[in-house]
């Protein structure tokens, strides 16, 4: 019956969420491309679960939600089967504060997990539904430090490893000769 009532709100917010125009403005190809310094986001602990407040869009849609972060989950995103519904297909892009990742690969979430998660927690969660969580497939692509003592997850460009700085420095001096 909760998860029932549960659905229900979630349809409901999906439903509600207006149409946006220029959601599906010009995004880059590349995040990590773009990132110019360290892109701060809030995180919070709820009952031992990283969660990040933000937005997740399509073409038509943009809903607020909350995710999980995981990075031991070998996925980008996956999301709730009403959020997915409510989005309307076409690619999914999160909006995290600071920083837009286009175009994320979705899969399937556990539904009754997040609809039992979200009725027992909606008050930690500021009344806004954990629709999925963010995997390592996003996570790799970024130097990513948590600094859970300040409630924030901090996106780095990834720093070149000490093979690729050697390959530099070696293509530099031929290019010098």
Do not use: W
Request: charged residues 25%.
């Amino acid at each position: 019956m909760r998860s029932t009532v549960f659905a229900a709100s979630l349809a409901a917010v999906c439903v509600l969420a207006a149409p946006t125009q220029g959601v599906a403005r010009s995004l880059p190809q590349d995040p990590v491309a773009t990132l110019r310094g360290p892109t701060s986001v809030p995180v919070r602990i709820v009952e031992g679960k990283l969660c990040v407040r933000c937005e997740i869009s399509s073409p038509s849609r943009r809903l607020p939600v909350n995710l999980f972060i995981d990075y031991e989950s070998q996925v980008a995103l996956t999301l709730h089967t009403q959020a997915q519904r409510g989005l309307r297909g076409g690619p999914v892009t999160i909006h995290l504060p600071g920083l837009d990742l286009p175009r994320v690969q979705v899969s399937g979430a556990n539904d009754d997990f997040l609809d039992e998660f979200t009725r027992l927690y909606s008050k930690e969660l500021g009344e806004i539904q954990v629709v999925g969580k963010i995997g390592s497939k996003i996570l790799e692509k970024y130097l990513t430090t948590f600094d859970l003592s300040r409630g924030e997850m901090v996106l780095e460009r990834p720093r070149a490893s000490s093979n690729e700085l050697r390959e530099q420095a070696a293509e530099g001096a031929e290019s010098q000769d």
